[in-house]
């Protein structure tokens, strides 16, 4: 089974951090070999564990392996470009967030945030299984909710295809050549100590 590109070759920390961090990536290409409802479930314990205001755990993880009678309705959700390289996924995952405080019925003003924290999890628990993690956005979200049956107090946030990795060939020819581990803008350039002056 290929392994993840290691990302620690195309890219450098600045300051010491734990490797992990920069190990991870977002790669498309996936082999089409399954993955166990353990090791899922592993991925999705990972998420369990993010931060969330109050503990209130807004996110939500709705589910599809591929071969199963549920893998269309998820992979039909998908936008062309993306349907070109997700039929070697093994699981694909529409994230939801609950937009409201559980004990008392107002408005969670960052039920967004905090589900990006457990997806982060996610994804770095992925890195650290050898899987190939990534988000998308490019998908028809009203048509997930409707298709789904998400109620109007969850917001349909994104779709993560998730697989064992694959080789640039694996993918359409015109995406191999973007299949390396993209870089990031210095630190500085992302901080400013006081008022906002980027």
């Not at 498309?28 to 998420?47: D, H, N, V, W, Y």
């Not at 589900?115 to 899987?131: I, K, R, Y």
């Amino acid at each position: 089974m290929p392994e993840l590109p290691d990302a620690r070759e195309f890219r450098q920390p600045e300051f010491p951090i734990e490797p992990i961090f920069v190990r991870r990536w977002s790669p498309r290409a996936m082999s089409g070999e399954p993955i166990s409802q353990t090791e899922l479930l592993t991925l999705f314990e990972a998420a369990r564990w993010a931060p969330s205001t109050f503990n209130e755990q807004e996110w939500r993880f709705l589910y599809a392996h591929r071969d199963t009678p549920e893998w269309p309705l998820f992979f039909d959700l998908l936008v062309p470009a993306n349907q070109r390289w997700c039929p070697k996924a093994a699981v694909l995952v529409v994230v939801l967030s609950h937009k409201f405080f559980s004990r008392n019925g107002r408005p969670n003003p960052v039920h967004t945030f905090d589900s990006g924290a457990a997806f982060e999890n996610l994804a770095l628990q992925g890195a650290a299984m050898n899987l190939a993690v990534r988000a998308l956005a490019g998908f028809d979200r009203q048509k997930a909710r409707t298709v789904l049956e998400v109620p109007d107090d969850y917001a349909v946030e994104v779709m993560i295809a998730i697989g064992r990795p694959g080789t640039p060939e694996d993918l359409p020819e015109e995406l191999r050549s973007s299949e390396v581990p993209p870089g990031r803008r210095p630190v500085r350039e992302s901080i400013c100590e006081g008022k906002f002056a980027f």
